[in-house]
Each structure stands twice: as structure tokens, then as C-alpha cells.
């Protein structure tokens, strides 16, 4: 299908309108709860060449840390002990965006429109790019290129070296999901109901792929096939070719998780308040775990542990071959943020505004770190460095306070 690339004015006015609207109702009823989509009201649900899963220490570079989606980075390594700001950059709205790092640059969204890209070392804006809307979605930089999609419906790839726009694909809603960069191809969902595949090197449109509801979950993919969640409350399997469906899973909430595949299983959490293991190859469950609350937090894996947050305030480690609860531990609010493993460190936000880097092997607390607003940005881990944004609008960089000289 070859869609119109232009949203018309009347559109964009509306957009605005109702997002400004919507963000207005949704603050002044945090209290109430969740929202259909499981995130907190206020806060919106929170990739060319293959890219490896197992990349540099000094790079991470899309949402989850690869096309799998795994948050797992084997030769990074962020501080285990206690850490300070080695810098912090100050947007002009709350962050909700997760870092990408890749050749030394922080590319990060902020809700006040601007994806940014700021020098990893020393926090220094190197350039902002402003789109017509709020940036939720998180960047994925591949082959000197940033994917990024923003609320004023559209898909952007940008220079990663100055910011300059190489094209745009405008789809017909928001777009909060994460791109992921695979062979090529941009993978990303809209809340249009829409998965879909553009070109990598022009944004052409390769196929798309209507689900019943909003896709803010960000695509993986593994073995030629995508896997996304639906807030019609479905895990999709997709032909990463062509787009046909391979199969589904019925959760019994909105899947706005993002899947993780590792192994020829896929990991993803429901508002139902479930975390599912799925067959890859034919989408069979091979187990699933009940929190106490809506699980948004997409799972990370490693070393044969799923590590994942929930509504109900907890950060649950469990077994990946059979879901046995390992260890939990208890922060002081939702745990919409994903977990990011590294170094046998698990490093997750918290809706109390803290950053927690907890045991992976335990559970135990090695450090805290207090912002002044929600944490559901999911932190990214390079350069010994934890990279991740608050709702209080700023952008943190932390490290051990040896290296800082503290």
C-alpha cells in the first residue's frame, strides 16, 4: 500500500489539541491508576546491517540494547558501587525516551519535542533536532543514522553526526513505539494499529501490518521473524520479509511490553499482570508468572535469568527455563522502566524517582540514585557509564564515585 506521507493541518492541529488534553486530564488524575495501556495516567506507555546483540562496552545502541531486545550487554560494565552525576543535561519537558549510545554520543527524546544528541563524556549538547511532538519513542542508531519516531505521528531518521534529516515516513497516529534497526529494515509500531517495515537507507515502506489496537511495543527481532505486543492484547509473529503472520498469542490484557527473544523463546509482560514465555517458532507458552500488578517493564535476560518490573512496585527475577521466582525486590512505586543488565548488575528505574542498581544474582541493593520525577526511562549501560532520563526532565549520566573522584 503506498500511503500518503503528509499529514494534513487540520490533523496536526487536532493531534496537538488532544494530546495537550490528554496529558492535562492524565496529571491531574495520577491517583486514579493505570491507563488502558497500563502506564501510569501522566506518563505515555513508555534499528542497515544485522546488528549484533553482543556489542561493544562502549555502545548501546536502540532500546533494549539489540534487535532482540535482550537489555543485556555481555562486555558492558556500569558502577556497582555508589555513583554520582558525572553530568546532567536539562531538557525543556519530563523524559521518557531511553538513551541510545553509540560512537561516543547520547541520543536521547525529551516530551518537549527534541531528540537529542549529547557527547557521552561530557554532557555537551552536540545538536537537537525538533520534531512536531512529543518524543517518547527511544532512538536506535545504525550505520551513522538515528531512528526515532515522535507524537506528531511521524518516523524520523536523522544524521547521527549533525542532526540533518534524511527522511521521514509520516504514519496516521502517534508514534511512541521503538524503531528497530535489523538487516536494513526499520521495524517500528504506531498507534495507528500499525506494525510496520520501512527501508532503512530511504524510509520506503516494505509492508505494514494492522493489529486491532495501539502498537506501543517495540518490535524484536530474531531468525527473520518480528515480534511485537498490541494493546488488542496480542503477541504478533511476523515475517520479517514480507510481513505475513507466522502466529499469535492471546494475552489477557494489552501487550505494550516489548518482547525479548533469547534462545528460541520470546519473554514479553501484559497488563493482565502476567510475564509469558513463549515458543518461538510456533508461539506455544511454555510458562507464564503472575505479579501483583500490570507488567509494562519489557523483560531483559541474561545468564538464563528474566528480570522484569511491575505495576505492583516489585522487580522480579525469575528462572527463563521455568519461571520460578528467584528473587524480588520491592521499590516504592510502579516499575514501569526496563531492566538493563550488565556486568552482573541489574540497573532499573522506578516511578518512586529512583534509580536502583540491584545484585543480579540476589536481588541485593548496590546503589540508589534520586531524581525529581518518575523514572521510567530505561537506563542504557556503556563506557562504565548508566545513561537514563527522569520525568523531572533531565538527563543523568552516573558513575562509580571512585571514578568521579568522590
Same mark, same amino acid.
Given at each position: 500500500?503506498?500511503?500518503?506521507?503528509?499529514?494534513?493541518?487540520?490533523?496536526?492541529?487536532?493531534?496537538?489539541g488532544?494530546?495537550?488534553?490528554?496529558v492535562?486530564?492524565?496529571?491531574?488524575?495520577? =491517583?486514579?491508576? =493505570?491507563?488502558?495501556?497500563g502506564?501510569p495516567?501522566?506518563?505515555p506507555?513508555?534499528?542497515g546491517?544485522p546488528?549484533d546483540? @553482543?556489542?561493544?562496552?562502549?555502545? *548501546?545502541?536502540m532500546?533494549?540494547?539489540?534487535?532482540?531486545?535482550?537489555?543485556?550487554?555481555?562486555?558492558?560494565?556500569g558502577?556497582?558501587?555508589d555513583?554520582?552525576?558525572l *553530568?546532567?543535561?536539562?531538557?525543556?519537558?519530563?523524559?521518557?525516551?531511553s538513551p /541510545?549510545?553509540?560512537? +561516543?554520543?547520547v541520543?536521547?527524546?525529551?516530551?518537549?519535542?527534541?531528540?537529542?544528541?549529547?557527547?557521552?563524556?561530557?554532557?555537551?549538547?552536540?545538536?537537537?533536532f525538533?520534531?512536531?511532538?512529543?518524543?517518547?519513542?527511544?532512538?536506535?542508531?545504525?550505520?551513522?543514522?538515528?531512528?526515532?519516531g %515522535?507524537?506528531?505521528?511521524?518516523?524520523?531518521?536523522?544524521?547521527?553526526?549533525?542532526g540533518?534529516?534524511?527522511w521521514?515516513?509520516?504514519?496516521?497516529?502517534?508514534v511512541?513505539?521503538?524503531?528497530?534497526? %535489523?538487516a536494513?529494515a526499520?521495524?517500528?509500531?504506531?498507534?495507528?494499529?500499525?506494525?510496520?517495515a520501512?527501508? /532503512?537507507?530511504?524510509?520506503?515502506?516494505?509492508?505494514?501490518?494492522? &493489529?486491532?489496537?495501539r502498537?506501543?511495543?517495540?518490535?524484536?527481532?530474531?531468525? /527473520?521473524?518480528v515480534?511485537?505486543?498490541?494493546?488488542?492484547?496480542?503477541?504478533? =509473529?511476523?515475517d520479517?520479509? $514480507?510481513?505475513?503472520?507466522? *502466529? &499469535?498469542? #492471546?494475552?489477557?490484557?494489552a501487550?505494550?511490553?516489548?518482547?525479548?527473544v533469547?534462545? +528460541?523463546?520470546?519473554?514479553v509482560?501484559?497488563t493482565?499482570?502476567?510475564?509469558?514465555a513463549?515458543d518461538?517458532? =510456533?508461539g506455544?507458552?511454555?510458562?507464564?508468572?503472575?505479579? !501483583?500488578?500490570a507488567?509494562?517493564?519489557?523483560?531483559?535476560i /541474561?545468564d538464563?535469568?528474566?528480570?522484569?518490573g511491575?505495576?505492583?512496585?516489585?522487580?522480579?527475577a525469575l528462572?527463563?527455563?521455568d519461571?520460578?521466582e528467584?528473587?524480588?525486590?520491592? &521499590? $516504592?512505586d510502579?516499575?514501569?522502566?526496563?531492566?538493563?543488565?550488565?556486568?552482573?548488575?541489574?540497573?532499573?528505574?522506578s516511578?518512586d #524517582?529512583?534509580v536502583?542498581?540491584?545484585?543480579?544474582?540476589?536481588?541485593d541493593?548496590?546503589?540508589?540514585?534520586?531524581?525529581?520525577?518518575?523514572?521510567?526511562? @530505561?537506563?542504557?549501560v556503556?563506557?562504565? &557509564?548508566?545513561?537514563v !532520563?527522569s520525568?523531572d526532565g533531565?538527563?543523568?549520566?552516573?558513575?562509580?564515585?571512585?571514578?568521579?573522584? !568522590?
Amino acid at each position: 500500500m503506498d500511503r500518503d506521507r503528509t499529514l494534513d493541518t487540520t490533523r496536526r492541529k487536532l493531534m496537538r489539541g488532544a494530546l495537550a488534553a490528554g496529558v492535562a486530564g492524565a496529571v491531574a488524575g495520577r =491517583a486514579a491508576g =493505570a491507563d488502558e495501556s497500563g502506564y501510569p495516567e501522566g506518563t505515555p506507555p513508555v534499528r542497515g546491517r544485522p546488528v549484533d546483540d @553482543s556489542r561493544a562496552a562502549d555502545s *548501546w545502541p536502540m532500546r533494549g540494547a539489540g534487535p532482540k531486545n535482550t537489555g543485556h550487554a555481555p562486555s558492558a560494565a556500569g558502577p556497582a558501587g555508589d555513583v554520582s552525576a558525572l *553530568w546532567t543535561f536539562e531538557t525543556g519537558d519530563w523524559v521518557a525516551s531511553s538513551p /541510545a549510545v553509540a560512537d +561516543g554520543t547520547v541520543y536521547v527524546g525529551s516530551a518537549d519535542g527534541n531528540v537529542y544528541a549529547l557527547d557521552a563524556a561530557g554532557g555537551g549538547d552536540r545538536w537537537s533536532f525538533e520534531t512536531d511532538g512529543e518524543v517518547i519513542s527511544s532512538p536506535a542508531v545504525a550505520d551513522g543514522t538515528v531512528y526515532v519516531g %515522535s507524537y506528531d505521528g511521524t518516523v524520523y531518521a536523522l544524521d547521527a553526526t549533525d542532526g540533518a534529516e534524511r527522511w521521514s515516513f509520516t504514519t496516521i497516529d502517534w508514534v511512541e513505539s521503538s524503531p528497530t534497526v %535489523s538487516a536494513d529494515a526499520v521495524y517500528v509500531g504506531s498507534d495507528d494499529g500499525t506494525v510496520y517495515a520501512l527501508d /532503512a537507507a530511504d524510509g520506503d515502506e516494505r509492508w505494514t501490518f494492522e &493489529t486491532g489496537d495501539r502498537v506501543v511495543s517495540s518490535p524484536a527481532v530474531a531468525d /527473520a521473524t518480528v515480534y511485537v505486543g498490541s494493546n488488542d492484547g496480542t503477541v504478533y =509473529a511476523l515475517d520479517a520479509a $514480507g510481513g505475513d503472520e507466522r *502466529w &499469535t498469542f #492471546e494475552a489477557d490484557g494489552a501487550v505494550s511490553s516489548s518482547p525479548a527473544v533469547v534462545d +528460541g523463546t520470546v519473554y514479553v509482560g501484559s497488563t493482565d499482570t502476567s510475564v509469558y514465555a513463549l515458543d518461538a517458532v =510456533a508461539g506455544g507458552e511454555r510458562w507464564s508468572f503472575e505479579t !501483583g500488578g500490570a507488567v509494562t517493564s519489557s523483560p531483559a535476560i /541474561a545468564d538464563g535469568t528474566v528480570y522484569v518490573g511491575s505495576d505492583d512496585g516489585t522487580v522480579y527475577a525469575l528462572d527463563a527455563a521455568d519461571g520460578d521466582e528467584r528473587w524480588t525486590f520491592e &521499590t $516504592g512505586d510502579r516499575v514501569v522502566s526496563s531492566p538493563a543488565v550488565a556486568a552482573n548488575t541489574v540497573y532499573v528505574g522506578s516511578n518512586d #524517582e529512583t534509580v536502583y542498581a540491584l545484585d543480579a544474582g540476589g536481588g541485593d541493593e548496590r546503589w540508589t540514585f534520586d531524581t525529581d520525577g518518575w523514572v521510567v526511562s @530505561s537506563p542504557a549501560v556503556a563506557n562504565g &557509564t548508566v545513561y537514563v !532520563g527522569s520525568n523531572d526532565g533531565t538527563v543523568y549520566a552516573l558513575i562509580s564515585t571512585d571514578a568521579d573522584g !568522590g
